[in-house]
């Protein structure tokens, strides 16, 4: 009998070491950004350690020998660097996750790689000096939030852009026009709240659903072209 509890207790340990493995990340910083391994050859950068100003992510980083290509960003990792005024992002990148710049409010533009397909909800949230951006081609879904209260004064979505989410430029003071995708088929709750410059915007044929105060306190709106929905 004690035997058999012995090799159950032995087992037992042998799984939660085996768990605590495949749990724990393997992490490692270079020139202040710290970064995760999240598959073979490749990381995310996680978190940011540096002063701001204009930070560099290059294509690959090296640690222990071994070489790594950046794909992404992760959430939050710049919040709230109000110094960070300028940032290269590498052309291996896929992904920018949810709040990744929320609140860097001294970053003026970004110029997101055509690689990137995925954009998180609120990544550039409160980047209230953000005044322009080109989201690449691959982006097909702007999430909630992605640029609320930024000052956006133009921005081009891309041609396979399918979905906006809600809130996704709310109070974009600086906004006067933009161009909707005609494969746009959703647009979400208060997506151009309180874009208190924006004069006109079509809405493509193959809408079928815009949310609840899309439009609300767009006081200079003065011409929407709506087809179907």
Request: charge should be negative; proline fraction near 3%.
């Amino acid at each position: 009998m004690k035997w058999q509890l012995t090799i159950r207790f032995v087992m037992l340990a042998v799984i939660l070491a085996a768990g605590v493995t495949r749990m724990s990340a393997q992490t490692f910083t270079v020139d202040d950004i710290e970064y995760e391994v999240t598959n073979a050859g490749e990381v995310m950068a996680k978190y940011y350690y540096g002063d701001g100003g204009h930070v560099i992510i290059p294509e690959t980083v090296t640690y222990s020998g071994e070489n790594f290509r950046v794909t992404s960003i992760g959430t939050e990792t710049f919040i709230g660097e109000t110094g960070l005024l300028s940032i290269d992002l590498p052309a291996s990148l896929t992904s920018i996750g949810g709040r990744a710049f929320c609140n860097c409010s001294g970053l003026t533009s970004i110029d997101i790689p055509e690689s990137v397909t995925s954009i998180g909800s609120g990544a550039f949230i409160n980047c209230s000096n953000l005044v322009s951006v080109d989201i690449p081609e691959g982006v097909t879904s702007i999430e909630a939030g992605t640029f609320w209260n930024c000052n956006l004064a133009s921005v081009d979505l891309p041609a396979g852009l399918t979905s906006i989410g809600g809130r996704a430029f709310y109070g974009c003071t600086g906004l006067t026009s933009i161009d909707l995708p005609d494969g746009v088929t959703s647009i979400g709750e208060s997506a151009f709240s309180y874009c208190n410059v924006l004069t006109s915007i079509d809405i493509p044929d193959g809408v079928t659903r815009i949310g609840t105060n899309a439009f609300v306190n767009c006081t200079s709106l003065t011409i929407i072209e709506l087809q179907t929905v």
